[in-house]
């Protein structure tokens, strides 16, 4: 069969074969193909969705090309040296920066809310000590609907902003306990009187017996960290909690999908796998020999922490972390030789032509991993950091669904199975 085309043409007039090109704000412009189907029995081909703008969001902007965040219009590197995570959250799921009474009240509301249900706690004994901390949030966090779903009712806006506080306020205790189990430590409970930051720290590193010392350095670079895993706009998982949502299932069990969805190395598990590939290159001679595995098209090895599906430029939060980790590393006097390598690797590739001719930069996870390992993470519990962090956005993109009316998401495929065919010796 001879391959047929379709001749796009964008102009301002209409005719019978028109389709509308939707403008944004900013970035690129979309072709609305809602009635190619209906008029035209086609449909569109984008697997990965290179080329797919699923909704239109108002929350988060990301121009891979110049290498662009902006949370609500603000760049992330503001965000990042003046802001807080809770006033962050705030901003991502009502969309502008509180004021000092809305910012008191939403401090009130997630110290109202941030204990875990006790019968919660007795869920984590059910689970095997090393069972990886991921492993062990998609089911926690899935439980919750059990505790939360005959009481909400997501058509009522209150019930729905509720839903929100609750898993913001929630995720520090529920990402602790999986590490203070897997231990044998007892769990603490936070404590109002810190931030939201130095309330995971404790809850990840007290114990019951003793004062935790808090070191603001270190709470400050977590809170950075926050920060900048908040949002970034229709990544996969936060692609899986809209898909999740759009069915009315319920926000605990659509954000236990994100994190599913966030686990994988390719996402959020990339910090983790970073770390472990840094340890196994050892020492900077080994660099070469690593880069020429990255490049080899037989060998399915990639060089974690470089690429990114849309930063065809250097990630705007990989700089900021770069510098957290040389801060954090010099205020507590440590030397990790992970970092000297990570720098020297980040270099070489920078300047070696198969990286440039691909655009492949480090991202957000390349420097990660060695900061949260200085601030003394277990490696198994940095993509749990990260779903902390990037509930804040999942769930102002759930308030953002919800606000739609779009029906559920069911995409469609290009279907290259067999033709009909008939059940032998059937009529
Ligand atoms: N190392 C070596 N080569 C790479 C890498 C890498 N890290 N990333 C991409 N490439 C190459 C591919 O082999 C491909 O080469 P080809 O054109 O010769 O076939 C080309 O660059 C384009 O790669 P794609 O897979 O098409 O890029 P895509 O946009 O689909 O992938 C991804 C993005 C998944 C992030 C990829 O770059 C990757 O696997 N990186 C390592 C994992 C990682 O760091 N993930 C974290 C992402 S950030 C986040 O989730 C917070």
Same mark, same amino acid.
């Not at 603490?188 to 007290?206: C, E, I, S, V």
């Not at 319920?250 to 340890?279: D, Q, T, Y």
């Given at each position: 069969?001879?391959?047929?085309?379709?001749?796009?043409?964008?102009?301002?007039?209409?005719?019978?074969?028109?389709?509308?090109?939707?403008?944004?704000? =900013?970035?690129?412009?979309?072709?609305? +193909? #809602?009635?190619?189907?209906? $008029?035209?029995?086609?449909?569109?081909?984008?697997?990965?969705?290179?080329?797919?703008?699923?909704? %239109?969001?108002?929350?988060? &902007?990301?121009?891979?090309?110049?290498?662009?965040?902006?949370? $609500?219009? @603000?760049?992330?590197?503001?965000?990042?040296?003046?802001?807080?995570?809770?006033?962050?959250?705030?901003?991502? *799921?009502?969309?502008?920066?509180?004021?000092?009474?809305? $910012?008191?009240?939403?401090?009130?509301?997630?110290? /109202?809310? /941030?204990?875990?249900?006790?019968?919660?706690?007795? &869920?984590?004994?059910?689970?095997?000590?090393?069972?990886?901390?991921?492993?062990? *949030?998609?089911?926690?966090?899935?439980?919750?609907?059990?505790?939360?779903?005959?009481?909400?009712?997501?058509?009522?806006?209150?019930?729905?902003? =509720?839903?929100?506080?609750?898993?913001? !306020?929630? *995720?520090?205790?529920?990402? !602790?306990?999986?590490?203070? @189990?897997?231990?044998?430590?007892?769990?603490?409970?936070?404590?109002?009187?810190?931030? @939201?930051?130095?309330?995971?720290?404790?809850?990840?590193?007290?114990?019951?017996?003793?004062? &935790?010392?808090?070191?603001?350095?270190?709470?400050?670079?977590?809170?950075?960290?926050?920060?900048?895993?908040?949002?970034?706009?229709?990544?996969?998982?936060?692609?899986?909690?809209?898909?999740? !949502?759009?069915?009315?299932?319920?926000?605990?069990?659509?954000?236990?999908?994100?994190?599913?969805?966030?686990?994988?190395?390719?996402?959020?598990?990339?910090?983790?796998?970073?770390?472990?590939?840094?340890?196994?290159?050892?020492?900077?001679?080994?660099?070469?020999?690593?880069?020429?595995?990255? %490049?080899?098209?037989?060998?399915?090895?990639?060089?974690?922490?470089?690429?990114?599906?849309?930063?065809? /430029?250097?990630?705007?939060?990989?700089?900021? +972390?770069?510098?957290?980790?040389?801060?954090?590393?010099?205020?507590?006097?440590?030397?990790?030789?992970?970092?000297?390598?990570?720098?020297?690797?980040?270099?070489?590739?920078?300047?070696?032509?198969?990286?440039?001719?691909?655009?492949?930069?480090?991202?957000?996870?390349? @420097?990660?991993?060695?900061?949260?390992?200085? *601030?003394?993470?277990?490696?198994?519990? &940095?993509?749990?950091?990260?779903?902390?962090?990037?509930?804040?956005?999942?769930?102002?993109?759930?308030?953002?669904? #919800?606000?739609?009316?779009?029906?559920?998401?069911?995409?469609?495929?290009?279907?290259?199975?067999?033709?009909?065919?008939?059940?032998?010796?059937?009529?």
């Amino acid at each position: 069969m001879a391959t047929k085309y379709v001749n796009a043409v964008i102009s301002e007039e209409q005719n019978e074969n028109s389709l509308p090109v939707l403008d944004g704000t =900013l970035g690129p412009s979309a072709v609305d +193909i #809602q009635t190619l189907y209906a $008029r035209h029995s086609l449909l569109a081909f984008d697997p990965g969705f290179r080329s797919t703008a699923a909704c %239109k969001s108002a929350i988060t &902007f990301v121009d891979g090309d110049k290498g662009i965040l902006l949370y $609500r219009g @603000y760049p992330i590197e503001e965000l990042a040296e003046s802001s807080s995570f809770v006033e962050v959250a705030y901003l991502l *799921m009502f969309g502008d920066l509180p004021t000092p009474a809305q $910012r008191q009240q939403f401090d009130l509301a997630i110290g /109202n809310h /941030n204990l875990l249900h006790e019968q919660v706690l007795s &869920f984590y004994r059910g689970f095997r000590r090393d069972a990886h901390p991921m492993a062990v *949030m998609v089911g926690v966090v899935g439980a919750l609907s059990a505790f939360y779903h005959d009481v909400m009712n997501i058509r009522d806006a209150n019930d729905r902003q =509720l839903a929100a506080i609750r898993l913001v !306020a929630k *995720m520090p205790m529920l990402a !602790a306990a999986s590490y203070t @189990y897997s231990v044998g430590r007892p769990q603490r409970y936070p404590n109002n009187k810190h931030d @939201y930051a130095t309330n995971f720290l404790q809850m990840m590193f007290g114990t019951p017996v003793q004062e &935790f010392a808090v070191d603001p350095v270190l709470a400050r670079a977590l809170d950075v960290i926050f920060i900048l895993h908040a949002d970034h706009e229709q990544n996969a998982s936060t692609s899986t909690v809209r898909l999740a !949502a759009s069915s009315g299932a319920n926000p605990f069990a659509c954000i236990a999908a994100g994190i599913a969805s966030l686990w994988g190395p390719a996402h959020g598990g990339a910090n983790e796998a970073v770390l472990k590939m840094l340890m196994e290159i050892g020492s900077v001679e080994n660099i070469p020999k690593v880069i020429d595995r990255a %490049k080899d098209k037989n060998d399915s090895f990639r060089l974690m922490g470089f690429g990114h599906r849309i930063y065809k /430029n250097f990630d705007p939060r990989s700089r900021v +972390i770069q510098g957290q980790a040389k801060k954090v590393l010099a205020h507590l006097g440590k030397d990790d030789p992970l970092l000297e390598i990570a720098m020297r690797l980040e270099e070489i590739a920078l300047k070696d032509e198969y990286f440039i001719e691909r655009k492949l930069y480090p991202n957000v996870d390349f @420097y990660s991993g060695i900061l949260l390992r200085a *601030m003394g993470f277990p490696m198994n519990m &940095f993509t749990a950091v990260f779903a902390v962090a990037r509930t804040a956005g999942w769930v102002s993109h759930w308030l953002e669904l #919800q606000e739609e009316s779009h029906g559920i998401d069911r995409p469609r495929q290009l279907y290259v199975g067999k033709t009909l065919r008939h059940y032998p010796g059937g009529k």
